[in-house]
């Protein structure tokens, strides 16, 4: 991992760690009310929103919730496109048909849009927009795997693995698939950047869950709620700063990591 690589993890942690143990930063509990609309002071750092709550608090506890679904949605979609990937590539043939087939007839649809036709269906969970997310991100790394298994599917490992009698199953879980690891780990993380992207999108046109909290929806309370009209600042820009920081950290990791995949394969 190179120098920006090695920042994007070190952001990254400090995220982590805001969302495993947010009470270590928070200087209140984020459902505390105090006197709404407050102003940044030396009580509040960032102010108070219109329930009085303390934004700085907010802003650390939506952490939790802002990479759970970045992360979760990004394992899912992966998970399918390289299990789909996998399958295509080393069986060939009409399976490898069926599924890219199928693999184009998602890559034409728009992610987004049928993301909030679904979400405004189904309701605002955020296992809602994990499920429909991972359901519609998954086609690139499935033709990136697919890509790559037509290259070692006939390399000497994988055919000592056959001629020892070993399952195609056990082939593809054990020969294959840590051969993938290289270049699906850049796209997972750009998958989770992109995740998270949604999540606030979602939630700022009033579609996330407003019960939970995360950075996009304290985007759609600080728009809705008079944050935007009334000046405050201090409302609505650290959550999209705290967005773009941690996607930019996300980011910086998955290509440092696919630069140095490209290094090795020239190598």
Not at 134 to 144: C, H, M, P
Request: charge should be positive.
């Amino acid at each position: 991992m190179n120098r920006a690589g090695l920042i994007g993890f070190a952001i990254l942690s400090i995220f982590f760690l805001m969302a495993v143990a947010p009470w270590i930063f928070a200087p209140y509990d984020p459902y505390i009310r105090f006197t709404p609309y407050a102003e940044p002071g030396t009580d509040h750092i960032l102010g108070t929103n219109d329930m009085g709550h303390d934004i700085l608090s907010e802003l650390i506890y939506s952490a939790r919730a802002s990479l759970f679904v970045g992360f979760v949605a990004a394992i899912l979609a992966t998970l399918l496109g390289v299990i789909i990937g996998i399958i295509a590539g080393y069986y060939r043939g009409w399976i490898e048909d069926l599924l890219m087939g199928v693999t184009d007839i998602f890559l034409m649809i728009p992610k987004i849009p049928m993301i909030i036709i679904i979400a405004a269906f189904l309701g605002s969970g955020i296992w809602v927009l994990i499920l429909v997310f991972g359901a519609f991100s998954w086609t690139a790394i499935a033709r990136i795997a697919r890509s790559k298994v037509l290259q070692i599917r006939e390399s000497g490992f994988v055919l000592s693995a056959r001629c020892l009698g070993f399952s195609n199953r056990f082939i593809m879980a054990r020969e294959i698939a840590p051969n993938l690891t290289h270049i699906v780990f850049p796209k997972f993380m750009l998958l989770a950047a992109s995740a998270m992207i949604t999540e606030a999108s979602i939630s700022f046109i009033g579609l996330g869950d407003p019960s939970m909290k995360s950075w996009g929806v304290m985007l759609s309370f600080a728009f809705t709620k008079g944050g935007l009209l009334n000046g405050m600042w201090w409302w609505y820009i650290p959550p999209g700063i705290a967005i773009s920081v941690c996607v930019m950290a996300i980011a910086l990791i998955g290509y440092s990591r696919e630069k140095g995949a490209d290094i090795g394969v020239r190598g």
